[in-house]
């Protein structure tokens, strides 16, 4: 069996925060599967108004790419529900749950009580969602405040931590501040923003589509693969221990990830489009990493 956050776990596959792990039943049926564990999706300490605006989704046959847009009260759960959540499941199952959570700064008095809240309900590991942060590195002192973050999780908080890489965040700049500052654990790749553009077959051009806003749209697919192998070498390297997943789109994916240095492989994609064919996925967890 494999050890990772300190948990023995029955497969080296993981449901990363999406769609698919925003509710108990979710959850409990990938266990039921096999999954090893599940990264909750996100959550941050807020109150959520009204939200009359839905999430929408674009694909794009020929190139792979997926586009989905969602306002941020409709993808991030609260505090209060991912913690409802960790309370009904910690009693009824073993698995793997990491929850996920983001702030709207650096400041480690905006992490601290709600990382301390989510341990206390029995999480064995938090993810450290910076996606919703925006392009952080371009920040004054970036690498100080992420530094003294991280300090600071470590020092208070005593199940493992694990920060979520994304494209803003380049590797051969995080990857040795990460291990620099105590961190054992990585999670990878987040999806990209992007607006959504629609070919105009009357003008040839492209142009931003109305049916997605473009300041809430992610980009995601088949494509991100190579950029994740790229951070899963660089991780690999630094003896980071990866939770790797972006662009897993088949059996053949998970295997080049477990080849390139990842310990566990995280699917999104996947597992909410096809949310009973998890033991494809499962099977090459299993060859990749135990034979």
């Given at each position: 069996?494999?050890?990772?956050?300190?948990?023995?776990?029955?497969?080296?596959?993981?449901?990363?925060?999406?769609?698919?792990?925003?509710?108990?039943?979710?959850?409990?049926?990938?266990?039921?599967?096999?999954?090893?564990?599940?990264?909750?999706?996100?959550?941050?300490?807020?109150?959520?108004?009204?939200?009359?605006?839905?999430?929408?989704?674009?694909?794009?046959?020929?190139?792979?790419?997926?586009?989905?847009?969602?306002?941020?009260?409709?993808?991030?759960?609260?505090?209060?529900?991912?913690?409802?959540?960790?309370?009904?499941?910690?009693?009824?199952?073993?698995?793997?749950?990491?929850?996920?959570?983001?702030?709207?700064?650096?400041?480690?008095?905006?992490?601290?009580?709600?990382?301390?809240?989510?341990?206390?309900?029995?999480?064995?590991?938090?993810?450290?969602?910076?996606?919703?942060?925006?392009?952080?590195?371009?920040?004054?002192?970036?690498?100080?405040?992420?530094?003294?973050?991280?300090?600071?999780?470590?020092?208070?908080?005593?199940?493992?931590?694990?920060?979520?890489?994304?494209?803003?965040?380049?590797?051969?700049?995080?990857?040795?501040?990460?291990?620099?500052?105590?961190?054992?654990?990585?999670?990878?790749?987040?999806?990209?923003?992007?607006?959504?553009?629609?070919?105009?077959?009357?003008?040839?051009?492209?142009?931003?589509?109305?049916?997605?806003?473009?300041?809430?749209?992610?980009?995601?697919?088949?494509?991100?693969?190579?950029?994740?192998?790229?951070?899963?070498?660089?991780?690999?390297?630094?003896?980071?221990?990866?939770?790797?997943?972006?662009?897993?789109?088949?059996?053949?994916?998970?295997?080049?990830?477990?080849?390139?240095?990842?310990?566990?492989?995280?699917?999104?994609?996947?597992?909410?489009?096809?949310?009973?064919?998890?033991?494809?996925?499962?099977?090459?967890?299993i060859e990749g990493k135990f034979h």
């Open positions: 069996m494999l050890n990772f956050m300190e948990k023995k776990l029955k497969s080296p596959l993981i449901a990363s925060s999406c769609i698919a792990t925003e509710n108990t039943d979710n959850i409990l049926r990938l266990a039921e599967q096999g999954i090893g564990g599940a990264i909750l999706k996100s959550c941050a300490d807020y109150t959520r108004e009204e939200c009359t605006v839905g999430r929408n989704f674009a694909f794009e046959k020929s190139t792979g790419y997926t586009y989905a847009s969602s306002p941020f009260s409709r993808e991030i759960m609260t505090l209060g529900e991912c913690t409802a959540m960790l309370r009904d499941l910690r009693p009824v199952t073993d698995m793997l749950l990491i929850p996920s959570f983001t702030a709207e700064s650096l400041n480690p008095e905006t992490w601290l009580p709600a990382c301390a809240a989510l341990e206390s309900l029995g999480a064995d590991g938090i993810q450290l969602d910076f996606f919703y942060m925006g392009c952080l590195i371009g920040q004054d002192g970036f690498g100080k405040k992420l530094a003294a973050l991280l300090s600071e999780l470590l020092c208070s908080i005593r199940v493992p931590i694990m920060p979520k890489l994304n494209v803003n965040l380049p590797k051969d700049f995080i990857m040795p501040l990460l291990k620099k500052s105590g961190v054992e654990y990585v999670s990878l790749l987040d999806s990209v923003r992007s607006p959504y553009l629609e070919y105009d077959a009357s003008s040839d051009s492209y142009n931003i589509s109305g049916r997605l806003a473009p300041q809430s749209t992610s980009c995601f697919g088949s494509w991100q693969l190579p950029l994740t192998l790229g951070y899963t070498y660089t991780a690999a390297d630094y003896g980071l221990r990866i939770c790797a997943g972006g662009g897993v789109t088949s059996a053949g994916d998970v295997k080049k990830l477990i080849a390139a240095g990842a310990e566990t492989v995280q699917s999104a994609s996947f597992l909410t489009k096809y949310p009973y064919r998890a033991k494809e996925l499962l099977a090459a967890c």
